[in-house]
């Protein structure tokens, strides 16, 4: 055997050897989180808010930390589009490819990609305490939003530089502006992967708790109004495992699972939808 093949097949062998790791490891949290977290799921722990003693092993549900994860990673992640779009665009159609600002947006956005999120938390307490807001339902969408925008911005701006040119050019050949091309060519072209790029943010957003433990606060209350506070799933599985009663502790881990299952779901969408938009692009 020559040097050649020994080396492709010791290669390939940690390549197998990276894929099973992955595998095994999702799958030994998928497990961890079922085994541990079924038994306890119930309907009354899904349709109710947490009555008088729930975090003493009482009775209720945390419907409260579900709406509210739903609200603030959905609001975040919408808000997040609606600013990190035209940025996108502006990258991608109106600047020069030799811009230095383009060049300068695209690093900020890298380096805020890796700022921890409980850095991102503590910057939006101080921005509250200074704008004179409590902990709410706003406060968390705001904060996540920040956390959340430069990985949407990011796999956008990944997603529309694969469009072809030659797509842009034939746009500005029939007499299309950069604003219409960028709006009926580019995004089209793009939509399925800004979809995916949405599901990475809301992801990203609807998991974490660092960045709403001071922004968002916690209520045993579905919020009604951006100015209450609202509970989210994360801070909920945090506070349930904190106890030290089985019976709750076993609840954290049906949070858990509910908190997978809302992901599960999101992606499973996000795959249909993708495919369904795709059938409308140039391959």
């Not at 380096?111 to 921890?116: A, E, H």
């Not at 920040?146 to 842009?168: H, K, Q, S, T, W």
């Amino acid at each position: 055997m020559n040097r050649r093949k020994l080396e492709e097949k010791c290669v390939k062998g940690l390549m197998v050897l990276s894929t099973l790791l992955i595998f095994g490891t999702l799958a030994l949290i998928l497990a961890t989180v079922v085994i541990k977290g079924l038994p306890a799921l119930d309907w009354a722990m899904i349709s109710q808010i947490p009555k008088g003693g729930f975090y003493l092993g009482k009775e209720g549900g945390i419907l409260n930390a579900i709406l509210g994860s739903l609200y603030l990673a959905g609001g975040a992640t919408l808000l997040a589009l609606i600013l990190g779009l035209p940025v996108v665009l502006y990258l991608n159609v109106f600047a020069r490819k030799d811009s230095r600002i383009a060049a300068f947006t695209r690093f900020s956005l890298d380096v805020l990609w890796g700022v921890p999120s409980i850095v991102f938390g503590a910057f939006g307490f101080i921005i509250m305490l200074s704008a004179g807001m409590r902990a709410s339902l706003l406060g968390g969408i705001l904060t996540v939003t920040l956390l959340i925008l430069p990985i949407l911005c990011r796999a956008m701006d990944e997603v529309i530089r694969m469009v072809p040119p030659d797509l842009l050019e034939a746009s500005y050949a029939v007499g299309a502006t950069r604003l219409q091309t960028a709006l009926k060519v580019v995004v089209r072209q793009a939509l399925a992967g800004i979809l995916t790029a949405v599901l990475i943010a809301f992801g990203r957003g609807i998991g974490d708790a660092a960045s709403v433990l001071f922004t968002a606060g916690f209520s045993d209350q579905i919020p009604t109004s951006l100015n209450q506070p609202a509970a989210t799933l994360p801070l909920a599985i945090f506070f349930q495992l904190g106890t030290p009663f089985h019976q709750v502790q076993q609840r954290a881990y049906a949070s858990a699972l509910i908190l997978t299952v809302v992901i599960l779901v999101t992606s499973v969408l996000s795959r249909l939808l993708s495919r369904t938009f795709t059938r409308h692009t140039i391959q």
